[in-house]
């Protein structure tokens, strides 16, 4: 029972902090993924950058008024980090989520997400699947769409 109860509390906490930057974001997380055949470059646009360092630099006052040194090293370094690069002959698992548009690039220690848009998905997914060499991957299944023939 008092798991539970944690379980639930644990719940709401995190759907309140969630909420709360969602509405810090203004609803949308905007970021650029630049790739060609060596890497993709994960970046957050200039806007997102400076809410996130408020916010992490917030993080990090926390665990200095709390006496949490983890959380004052991890803020700092969220701070500092603005793109998150996946070379992609170092991928390992490339996996495919069609129904949220992304696609995942882990890495060893590193793990990258990769969001298209819907009549993209199918080339982005190739091309990474072909310039990844050493990536366990799976075939999609290629949804066919019936043509009305008249």
């Not at 603005?82 to 490339?94: F, Q, Y």
Request: proline fraction near 4%; charge should be positive; glycine fraction near 6%.
């Amino acid at each position: 029972m008092v798991f539970l109860v944690l379980m639930l509390v644990f719940a709401v906490i995190g759907i309140i902090a969630y909420t709360i930057l969602a509405w810090s974001y203004g609803w949308k997380y905007v970021i650029l993924f630049t790739m060609d055949k060596k890497e993709v470059v994960h970046q957050q646009m200039p806007r997102q950058v400076k809410k996130a360092q408020v916010l992490e630099a917030l993080a990090a006052l926390v665990g200095g008024a709390t006496g949490n040194l983890g959380m004052v090293g991890t803020g700092v370094l969220a701070a500092s980090r603005t793109t998150s690069t996946s070379t992609l002959v170092n991928v390992r698992k490339l996996i495919p989520v069609r129904w949220m548009n992304l696609i995942r690039v882990n890495q060893l220690l590193q793990k990258n997400r990769v969001y298209i848009p819907d009549e993209d998905f199918d080339f982005v997914y190739d091309f990474l699947c072909q310039n990844c060499p050493n990536a366990a991957y799976r075939p999609i299944p290629r949804i066919l769409k019936k043509v009305k023939t008249d």
